[in-house]
């Protein structure tokens, strides 16, 4: 499938949205509800573009094998549709067919000054006791900022994490301008007020990773998982001992399964505290 051309000028437009996710493995709570639930929501108010961005998986080498990438990449396309998006409103296409994007990433790796790379959380957490750090790893924001200037990006609808990534996407743009004069519109990160960092169940105080979940059955629930098995994972979550189930109060844990609760619920979180008021984990367990 091809990408929209970028329109010259997009005044009196719907706003155009932009995101992508990278097929390293099956998806997980963590990006529905801090991502696709938003791209899904919005979809009919919004011009949409969204990737699956197989560039990106190459960054950690390692963990590549060819063939499985590009069934994963199918996958991850699958599973945008399976969530709601309607191929007729939103283009969704997969990164590596579109060279413009590698191209994008050239000029803008010419305008990026290093320090802004070295500061990135996202690239100090990979490297963390690797020995061997690609330059790709440290240039992923670089072609994340390509993928979403290229398309004249209102809004980039995306989990906490890469809040950092858009809006280096923006300094990179603002400098650009700078040099060249203005070409680019400005995108803003948009996260979900509620599950825009959604926990590992077996460790709260840690995000829920999709490499995680490749080596802990109990860390993640993916969304491809038979329901015995998504029971089990939020039955054996790590919480406490604690009976305390009132948000402002509880354990990372506890605080972690009632806001996946109250996401999926969409109930407000004073109704879900009132139901399990006294019972403990167990019984918020069972609900979420
Ligand atoms: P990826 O594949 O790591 O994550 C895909 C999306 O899922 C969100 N997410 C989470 N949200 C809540 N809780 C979690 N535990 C959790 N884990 C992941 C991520 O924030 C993301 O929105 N760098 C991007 C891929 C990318 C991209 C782009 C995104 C490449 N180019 C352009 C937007 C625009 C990423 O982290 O993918």
């Known amino acids: 499938m ?4 970028p329109a010259p000028s997009r005044a009196g437009a719907r706003p155009r949205v932009f995101s992508g996710m990278q ?11 801090g991502a696709l639930k938003q791209w899904v ?5 919004r011009e949409n573009v969204f990737c699956v961005v197989d560039l990106h998986a190459l960054t950690i080498p390692e963990a590549i094998d060819p063939a ?3 069934a994963r990449s199918r996958a991850v396309a699958a599973m945008y549709l399976a969530s709601g998006l309607d191929p007729e409103t939103a283009t969704v296409f997969v990164q590596s067919h579109v060279p413009e994007h590698t191209e994008a990433a050239w000029l803008l790796n010419c305008v990026t000054p290093l320090g802004w790379l070295h500061r990135m959380t996202q690239f100090k957490a990979k490297t963390e006791g690797r020995a061997s750090i690609g330059t790709g790893l440290l240039d992923y924001p670089v072609l994340q900022a390509a993928d979403i200037l290229l398309y004249d990006t209102d809004e980039v609808p995306v989990g906490e994490d890469q809040v950092q990534h858009v809006e ?3 300094d990179i743009a603002v400098r650009f301008h700078h040099l060249f004069g203005d070409v680019f519109v400005l995108p803003k990160a948009v996260v979900p007020t509620s599950g825009a960092r959604v926990m590992g169940l077996d460790e709260p105080t840690a995000k829920m990773s999709k490499s995680i979940a490749d080596e802990r059955p109990g860390h993640a629930v993916r969304l491809l998982d038979p329901p015995n098995v998504i029971r089990k994972a939020i039955m054996s979550a790590v919480t406490d001992s604690e009976r305390e189930t009132r948000f402002e109060h509880a354990s990372p844990g506890v605080r972690n399964l009632l806001t996946i609760w109250q996401v999926l619920s969409g109930r407000p979180m004073t109704d879900l505290e009132a139901e399990v008021e006294g019972k403990g984990y167990g019984a918020l367990a069972s609900e979420a």
């Open 41 to 45: 929501a919005g979809q009919h108010e």
């Open 168 to 170: 280096l996407t923006r």
């Open 2 to 5: 091809t990408h929209p051309d």
């Open 23 to 33: 097929p390293t493995s099956d998806l997980h709570l963590g990006n529905y509800l």
């Open 68 to 70: 499985q990438l590009r």
